[in-house]
């Protein structure tokens, strides 16, 4: 059964780099047809997908966050890393990684349905604070 593991810092400063980094295991992220996202709940609000990495290396953002977001890859740990550059206050949320197979990552790009990813971590807050 594939485990995630979000960790990372819990503060960052405004305009500054979020990174958090995804750790899997019981499964390998190179593994045909797995999408590895990562998605955000902010206080008191829904689900946004953020973007993910594909099996195949490839990556995709959500436009709304504009060029912000960067996901990279380390297999030889089996790890996936998101990094989110200059920061607001609009940023502090709980952050989670996540899969979804091919079937569905459609949906998790549209509309997160929980039920289309079929493995998550825990998730991480993470606050934005001078």
């Known amino acids: 059964q594939v485990q995630l593991q979000e960790s990372g810092p819990g503060l960052v400063k405004p305009s500054q780099t979020l990174s958090l980094t995804c750790t899997v295991s019981g499964g390998s992220i190179t593994t045909n047809y797995y999408y590895w996202n990562w998605i955000r709940q902010p206080p008191e609000k829904g689900l946004e997908w953020i973007g993910y990495v594909a099996y195949s290396g490839s990556t995709y953002y959500s436009p709304s966050l504009e060029s912000r977001p960067s996901i990279t890859r380390d297999t030889s740990k089996n790890q996936f890393t998101l990094q989110l550059r200059s920061v607001t206050p609009e940023d502090p949320a709980v952050y989670f990684c996540?899969?979804?197979?091919?079937?569905?990552?459609?949906?998790?790009?549209?509309?997160?349905?929980?039920?289309?990813?079929?493995?998550w971590g825990q998730g991480i807050l993470d606050t934005v604070s001078s």
């Open positions: 996540a899969r979804a197979p091919l079937e569905t990552i459609a949906v998790v790009t549209s509309e997160v349905d929980i039920d289309a990813l079929d493995a």
